[in-house]
């Protein structure tokens, strides 16, 4: 069984940065995809970074895009979340998700993850 744990959520100032880790454990094979995901209160949960296992390929969604940066670490299977320039419209529940896939385009479908951590929580003051 997959298992994510997350931890690196904090509350931070608006054009502030932080690191969000993910520990990964429980793959039966080595073709995967990582990703985050972040629910606001009130919102629907919505995909912002997403990585195959590879690292050929990275998906990000428009609003993070330039801001977000998803990275991993093979060795360890940790995942990562660079978050730099936080808005108040990042804050939110950050959660790690993971999904079996063979080929990386996959990773961009968010809606094909089986896999969920707890979340950690962002909070953004301005």
């Known amino acids: 069984q997959v298992h994510l744990v997350e931890s690196g959520g904090a509350s931070v100032q608006a054009g502030g940065s932080l690191r969000l880790s993910c520990a990964a454990s429980g793959f039966r094979v080595s073709d995967y995809c990582m990703a985050w995901f972040r629910q606001a209160p009130g919102k629907e949960r919505e995909g912002v970074a997403a990585?195959?296992?590879?690292?050929?390929?990275?998906y990000y969604a428009d609003s993070v895009k330039g801001r977000f940066t998803i990275s991993q670490d093979n060795a360890t299977k940790s995942l990562y979340l660079q978050i730099n320039g936080l808005r108040p419209e990042d804050a939110a529940m950050y959660y790690c998700?993971?999904?079996?896939?063979?080929?990386?385009?996959?990773?961009?479908?968010?809606?094909?993850?089986?896999?969920w951590g707890q979340g950690t929580q962002v909070s953004v003051s301005s």
């Open positions: 990585v195959h296992v590879r690292g050929d390929t990275t």
């Open positions: 998700a993971a999904t079996y896939a063979t080929y990386s385009s996959t990773c961009g479908d968010w809606s094909v993850y089986l896999y």
